[in-house]
Every structure is written in structure tokens, then in C-alpha cells.
């Protein structure tokens, strides 16, 4: 069991809340407060709906308008993380003083980067035991992206660590074991995916595509969802050698500049390339903003589809002279 000292985390609640300028009202059962989850009532500023249950065990952070509900621990660690970690620093010091030799010993070790322990932070979305705001996020991502409930139910979300806040996509082979996988934020301002580092293999779909049929790469795994018989590359250079255990290649890359770059590259390769303008002016999409298969999906709002090599073949090229298509 996990020690919790009442006392200490008691403290760091209450700095917590002072520390949101909103206050706070002590009652018999715990604290009561706005909610910073869902913001509370927009109606009323006087409105308080959350609560920190002490009378439960472990005790609670609930919210009577948004209905999350969080072992308090969590709530700390997830909105107060500065308190949180002094929190933990502090029950630490405590509980395990004693051994304070063999806990510095651990701590030296720990700093050599361990794939492993970031993978322990995961959480399967649709598993969520605590309901954590960011879970929900997550779902209605997936759902606004129109990604099938099959698929997103395998992926994860991250609280901590290096892919803290982050949607991880695994990469699943064909005997249904992850080698790898992408994280994609969930808060706007970072940087929009993070690629694991250690991978042998960081293609999504690799494993699943039949290489003696033509294969089209994409570069986000988002993309090959929608895609028969894709694969993405994932950051993974155009280049590598990964590659070549597919003849017929054809290369999808992103509707923008970076992508533009890259097929030109390509295409003077002799590779065969995707012609963006003329594929959204034979569907009526060239007046949208469209940077990706995905992006098709949701503004033609078809949910479950798949296009397959047959239907987008006659938009790919590996003809020089067809870079007029590309300007
Ligand atoms: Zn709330």
C-alpha cells in the first residue's frame, strides 16, 4: 500500500487552493471551491461545485457539475503539480527517512532514461479508473477526427513523464503486440508528436500490409486509418531503408509545405507521388483547407471509410512533367 500522510497532503491541498485566488470553504466533510476542470457554473461566479471529500477513502476531489471524480492525490498531481511534488518530497522525507542512503543510491539510477518507466504512466482510454478529465479529451478527439471506436479503444493516454498530456497511438504488429507507438498532445501549445526513441521500427502499420501489393505511405498513423493498405512513416525519413521491403510504393505525404518538399525530392527519385490539386479538385475540396486524408474524411463526413489504392491511383505520379500539378 502506498503511504499517504494525511497531515502533509491536508497542507498542500490547502496551498493548492489558496494558490487559485478563487478561495475556498472548509467544511465538516473537506473543502468546497470552484471547479477548475469544467470552469463550474458560467452563470454564476458565487457557484462552488468541487469538492475535496475527506471523509472518504482515499479521499475524493468530485465536482457536482461535471461529475469528475479523483482520489485527491490525483487531482494535486494533475492541477497542482508544483504542490504535488512538494507534497511528495515532504511524505517522503517522513516515511522514509530511515533509509535515506538506499533512496539517494535509486535516484542516481533513475536519471538514466528508462523507456519502460514512461510506458508505466500509460492508461487505456476506455479503462480509465479515474476518470480523468483528459481521458474524456482524449475520446472526444478521436471522436472529432472520426477515428472508428474499434481502433481508438486499443490506445492509451499519458499523465506523466515525458509524454505527459499526450494521446499515445501504439503501433500494433500482426500477432497484436505493440512496437512501437506515437503521442500525439492533447494540449495545443507543445510539440504535436513525439516519436518513441529507442524503437527499431517506428513505421505505423508496418507489420499489417501486404508488401506484395502496392503500399501507400502516409505520414501520420491518423492518415493510414482511412487508407487500404498503408503504412506511416511517422517522422521516419523517406529514405529508409525500412522502405524497401516494398516494390510498389506510392507516397501520400501531408497537403503542405513540408510534404510538398519531400515529394519533389521524391519524385526527381523517380517515386511515385500524390498530385494533392488535382485529387481535391475531382472531389470538389480544393476551396478547403485540406492538409491530410483526414482532414478529407471529416469535410466529406464520412465516418468508416477506407479509400483504396484503386480509387486514388489515378492521382499519383512519378512523372517528372507532372510537377505542374504540384505548383
Ligand atoms: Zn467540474
Redesign the pocket.
Known amino acids: 500500500m502506498k503511504y499517504v500522510n494525511f497531515d502533509v497532503l491536508d497542507k498542500y491541498i490547502r496551498l493548492a487552493l489558496e494558490s487559485t485566488g478563487n478561495g475556498y470553504t472548509t467544511k465538516k466533510n473537506g473543502y468546497n471551491f470552484r ?6 457554473s458560467k452563470k454564476s461566479k458565487k457557484k462552488k ?2 469538492w475535496i471529500l475527506k471523509n472518504k477513502n482515499p479521499w475524493m476531489y468530485h ?6 471524480s479523483i482520489p485527491a492525490e490525483h487531482w494535486l498531481k494533475l492541477y497542482f503539480n508544483y504542490y504535488y511534488n512538494e507534497y511528495f518530497k515532504e511524505c517522503y522525507k517522513i516515511d522514509l527517512g530511515i533509509k535515506q542512503q538506499e533512496v539517494k543510491k535509486n535516484v542516481v539510477e533513475e536519471i538514466k532514461y528508462s523507456e519502460v518507466d514512461e510506458v508505466r504512466h500509460f492508461i487505456p482510454i476506455i479503462m480509465d479508473p479515474y476518470n480523468f478529465a483528459l481521458t474524456k479529451y482524449a475520446i472526444e478527439y478521436c471522436k472529432n477526427r472520426m477515428i472508428p471506436f474499434d481502433t481508438y479503444s486499443k490506445w492509451y493516454i499519458s499523465l506523466e513523464g515525458k509524454y505527459h498530456h499526450r494521446l499515445i497511438i501504439p503501433f500494433y504488429d500482426d500477432k497484436g503486440k505493440i512496437y512501437s507507438y506515437q503521442a500525439r498532445t492533447l494540449i495545443n501549445d507543445e510539440l504535436k508528436y513525439i516519436n518513441r526513441v529507442d524503437a527499431k521500427n517506428n513505421i505505423y502499420n508496418y507489420y499489417n500490409v501486404d508488401p506484395l501489393k502496392p503500399v501507400i505511405i502516409l505520414e501520420g498513423p491518423i492518415d493510414s486509418i482511412f487508407v487500404s493498405n498503408s503504412i506511416a512513416l511517422t517522422g521516419v525519413k523517406i529514405n529508409d531503408s525500412l522502405l524497401n521491403k516494398f516494390k510498389l510504393r506510392y507516397f501520400l505525404l501531408d497537403n503542405d509545405e513540408s510534404g510538398f518538399e519531400k515529394s519533389m525530392a521524391l519524385l526527381t527519385e523517380g517515386e511515385y507521388i500524390f498530385l494533392w490539386k488535382k485529387f481535391l479538385t475531382r472531389i470538389k475540396m480544393l476551396d478547403k483547407k485540406i492538409k491530410d486524408i483526414n482532414d478529407v474524411i471529416i469535410g466529406k463526413n464520412i465516418a468508416n471509410y477506407k479509400f483504396t489504392f484503386k480509387q486514388l491511383q489515378p492521382f499519383f505520379t512519378n512523372s517528372i512533367f507532372d510537377k505542374v500539378y504540384l505548383i
Open positions: 471547479c477548475l476542470i469544467c470552469g463550474d461545485r468541487g465536482c457536482f457539475n461535471c461529475n469528475c
